[in-house]
């Protein structure tokens, strides 16, 4: 686990969080319905933020407008908007502890990343890695305009909650880091008005990588559905999709980054039993890479079984989910509001009375 300290705040702060909340740092992480969750984005992310609970004041978005930066079918992207709600719920994300809550559901995300629109330059928004990488498979002039200005967007989710923290994948790092140098030049150029986050990567498993092409990261919306564990898949599935993951022809399971394949499945194992890399390797002294096959897709079956017996109880009550996501949209425009009020304030906008 990382260990850190989380910056220390640099603007005032909101009024209307009671002082119990207020003596919390402050923690914004989200994820996309651009797909079913894969155990990447639950290893990387969602297992961590159920443990943060606990010791931070979390507000933990299904990023729905960030979807769309890229083409989705409408009745799937409102199903995976459920489903992703469910799954954080399932992962342990409790609603009388966390604020959970559907991005466009808080129109001030799109207010305030417009004004931070207007505060970036081409510049920084063409240096984000996701975006060259989107723009070397396509032409500059076919690729969708809010694919290259999603940083903004997602500099304004976490700017809008004072948000010290934000745990991501180390894929999202450099977009995290994006926010804060935005925070620091607005700050700067108008007065203390955000606090300047920080990204909080995990050790193991930030980076949890494709089961057939371990040189790319496993991703929910990636063509293939071999490479990826989708959270819903059912023990058959996780079984086949495990033993047919690439390896090299070596014999010894140890944890060699050289060895990609391996290492990753390696990872897997790692943070899933939360058994240290000795004590793995051990364990798989002299056993091959099928058996060790084996009981990682055990392990994993393990882990998604009982969150997908209440997925499904979720995704049988969906008014029961919108109640949830109801009450998180007002809590979280409760605070969005202001914090947009205050930097619209700070730019000279003459704000509603
Ligand atoms: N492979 C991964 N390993 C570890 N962490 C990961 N994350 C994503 N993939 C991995 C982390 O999951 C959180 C939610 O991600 P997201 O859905 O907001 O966006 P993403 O990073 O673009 O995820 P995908 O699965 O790759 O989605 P698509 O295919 O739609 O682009 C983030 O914290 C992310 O770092």
């Not at 443990?51 to 009745?75: G, M, N, W």
């Not at 108008?190 to 193991?204: E, H, N, Y």
């Not at 091959?288 to 084996?294: N, R």
Request: proline share 4%; hydrophobic share 40%.
């Amino acid at each position: 686990m990382v260990a850190f300290a989380a910056a220390p705040s640099t603007s005032q702060g909101t009024p209307n969080l009671n002082k119990k909340i207020m003596a919390k740092e402050i923690i914004f992480s989200g994820i996309k319905p651009s797909g079913v969750p894969t155990l990447g984005n639950y290893v990387g992310a969602i297992s961590k933020w159920a443990e943060l609970q606990q010791k931070y004041r979390c507000f933990f978005s299904v990023v729905d407008l960030h979807a769309i930066t890229v083409s989705q079918d409408p009745k799937e992207l409102r199903y995976r908007t459920y489903l992703t709600t469910a799954i954080m719920l399932a992962a342990g994300i409790d609603p009388k502890k966390s604020v959970i809550f559907v991005q466009s559901h808080v129109p001030a995300h799109s207010e305030l990343a417009w004004l931070i629109n207007t505060q970036s330059t081409m510049g920084e928004l063409s240096r984000m890695t996701q975006f060259k990488d989107a723009a070397a498979k396509t032409s500059k002039t076919s690729i969708g305009a809010g694919l290259f200005t999603y940083p903004t967007l997602m500099a304004a989710d976490i700017l809008l909650y004072d948000a010290h923290v934000v745990p991501v994948g180390d894929d999202q790092k450099q977009h995290v880091e994006l926010a804060r140098d935005l925070a620091q030049k607005f700050n700067h150029r108008f007065g203390k008005t955000f606090v300047v986050p920080k990204p909080l990567i995990r050790d193991s498993g930030a980076r949890i990588m494709d089961l057939q092409n371990p040189d790319k990261k496993m991703s929910k919306s990636d063509d293939s559905d071999r490479g990826y564990i989708l959270i819903t898949d059912s023990p058959d599935i996780i079984r086949k999709k495990i033993m047919s993951a690439v390896t090299d022809s070596g014999r010894n399971i140890v944890f060699n980054k050289k060895h990609k394949g391996l290492y990753n499945l390696l990872t897997i194992y790692q943070v899933l039993s939360g058994q240290g890399e000795k004590q793995i390797e051990k364990h798989f002294l002299n056993k091959g890479y099928g058996q060790f096959k084996q009981e990682l897709a055990e392990l994993i079956i393990k882990t998604l079984s009982p969150m997908q017996t209440q997925i499904n109880a979720y995704m049988k009550n969906t008014p029961r989910l919108d109640k949830i996501l109801a009450q998180g949209a007002r809590q979280a425009n409760q605070i969005a509001d202001l914090k947009l009020k205050e930097a619209y304030k700070k730019v000279g906008l003459v704000t509603k009375r």
